[in-house]
């Protein structure tokens, strides 16, 4: 087992990653004591891994005495308030107090939605990521960016909320599709893009062993990943600056994702052609070589991963979107862009008669 620290003062704390975590209470120290804990998963991770969380809790030197559950559906569409009010019901139900605590069992759905009702319910409870996709082993549970999305716009209704410890057992892994691994892989590649060009090229000696589910591949992927998140966050906790980088290709991606529907397009899938779209402008900005354009299309293609939008959508809806994005201020997009690999950049100097050029050029061919 490793382990890295998010270091925000008070507030830090532990990423435990290995394998047959959920076989040991040691990561689980953090909810020693408490009385009360529920486990906020879905309807497909549930019947997996619910039952071992809890035979973990039983072990603690000082057990809970209460574990109720909250399945919710799987996907994307059900993350929303509607389902978030699910957690609510049984928090209240079962009569939950301000000491109790939420273990986030499943993807970057349940982490989000689990970590939202932990910082609403009682006006904050304390909560454990357990991720067990590998997207959200690599990004959405570091970092406390919690929250549901509205038909208007993805993950606009939230809160940075961090958590007590994030559980990383790559074990899940296993049993993952296909599909799934890669689009954990896109969140990946963005690592190498935006900070660590090294990386990004171990990426490309190395993609094969991670869609092949290399176990020390995935562990050593992971690893780095969370390492940089976990820096990033520690400099920027609320995204005031530096931490936006870490959307490279989601200002893209997420207006995939609201035109289509949400759960269409997997987060991965669609932030993987936004990562295209973002580097394409860069080159056209004189910003970048096209030669790292070259080499991240054809890294995201060798992925199984688009590298262009979906044939349906037009660059008035790409537009519209993204001008209800997060990083819009002051009625101005930003973008984040790449001065070259590893070297991202976020801003709203660019000539914006060209992003729409290059926006009609993505969605009329």
Known sequence: MQKLTVELGERSYPIFIGRQLFGSSRCLQSLEGCKQVLIVSNSVVAPLYAGKIKNCLAELASPPEQIEFAVLPDGEKHKNLATLNQIFDQLLENRFDRKAQIIALGGGVIGDMAGFAAACYQRGINFVQVPTTLLSQVDSSVGGKTGVNHKLGKNMIGAFYQPQAVIIDTSTLETLPDREIAAGIAE???????????FFQWLEN????????????LAYAIRRSCEIKARVVAEDEKESGLRAILNLGHTYGHAIENQLGYGEWLHGEAVAAGMVM????????????????????????????????PTSMT?????????????????????VLLKGCGNAVVTSDFDHALFKSRLAAFTQS
């Open 206 to 217: 190395n993609l094969t062993k991670l869609i092949e589910k290399d176990a020390e591949s």
């Open 278 to 309: 973002a580097c394409d402008l860069s080159v056209e900005l004189g910003w970048l070589g096209k030669d790292i354009l070259e080499r991240a299309q054809t890294l995201i293609a060798a992925a199984n991963l688009p590298t262009r939008p």
């Open 188 to 198: 990946i590649i963005k690592y190498g893009l935006i900070y660590d060009a090294e």
């Open 315 to 335: 660059a008035e809806q790409f537009v519209t979107a993204m001008s209800v994005d997060k990083k819009v201020s002051g009625g101005k997009l930003r973008l």
